[in-house]
């Protein structure tokens, strides 16, 4: 008995542990593109750019997915973020690329981009409202959500800023 009780405790370290470190990498991610955006770290506009836009993306998938890990039910922030990540990169691939071909080669991308942001809301959306909650696990989802949402509203919007800012 003593054992599986062990197990299990040694079970929630690691657990833990992988959340931090699932965490300390987005964020970093999120902190490197920022720098290596703003002091033209490779001394190429372009390479930067691409380079910084890259960081960016995997930073807000990263905490996406990690924000998804904290509840053991599936609430559909990690379809949310890898969605957003994908749209991001169509955007950025679209922006140094603005061709024919590369609008037909990114277009099935987005469009599974697109369905990947929209069904992940929906979970949120249903996993909210669920009938098996009471008022406080609706509360707090509800709260949750809302974060999440200023969240990837930010994000997106400082890559917007970060995309006009390049032209």
């Given at each position: 008995?003593?054992?599986?009780?062990?197990?299990s405790?040694?079970?929630q370290r690691?657990?833990?542990?992988?959340?931090?470190?699932?965490?300390s990498?987005?964020?970093?991610?999120?902190?490197?593109g920022?720098?290596?955006y703003k002091?033209v770290?490779?001394?190429?506009?372009?390479?930067?750019?691409i380079?910084s836009?890259?960081?960016?993306?995997?930073?807000?998938?990263?905490?996406s997915?990690?924000?998804?890990?904290?509840?053991k039910k599936?609430?559909g922030?990690?379809?949310?973020?890898?969605?957003?990540?994908?749209?991001?990169?169509c955007?950025?691939?679209?922006y140094?690329?603005p061709?024919?071909i590369?609008k037909?080669i990114?277009?099935?991308?987005l469009?599974f981009?697109?369905?990947?942001?929209?069904?992940?809301?929906?979970?949120l959306?249903?996993?909210?409202f669920?009938?098996?909650?009471?008022?406080?696990?609706?509360?707090?989802?509800?709260?949750?959500?809302?974060?999440?949402?200023?969240?990837?509203?930010s994000?997106?919007?400082t890559?917007?800023?970060?995309?006009?800012?390049m032209k």
């Open positions: 008995m003593d054992s599986e009780l062990d197990v405790i040694e079970e690691k657990v833990k542990r992988d959340s931090i470190n699932g965490f990498v987005a964020i970093t991610a999120l902190i490197c920022y720098l290596v002091t770290f490779f001394e190429n506009e372009i390479a930067t750019n380079i836009l890259l960081l960016f993306v995997f930073g807000i998938m990263g905490l997915i990690e924000t998804g890990k904290l509840n599936t609430l922030f990690g379809d949310v973020g890898i969605g957003l990540g994908l749209i991001l990169i955007f950025g691939i679209y140094y690329f061709y024919l590369v037909i990114i277009s099935p991308f469009l981009s697109v369905y990947g942001v929209i069904s992940g809301l929906i979970l959306i249903m996993s909210i669920s009938n098996k909650q009471g008022w406080k696990e609706k509360l707090t989802k509800t709260v949750i959500v809302i974060i999440q949402v200023i969240g990837f509203a994000a997106i919007l890559i917007i800023t970060y995309l006009r800012d």
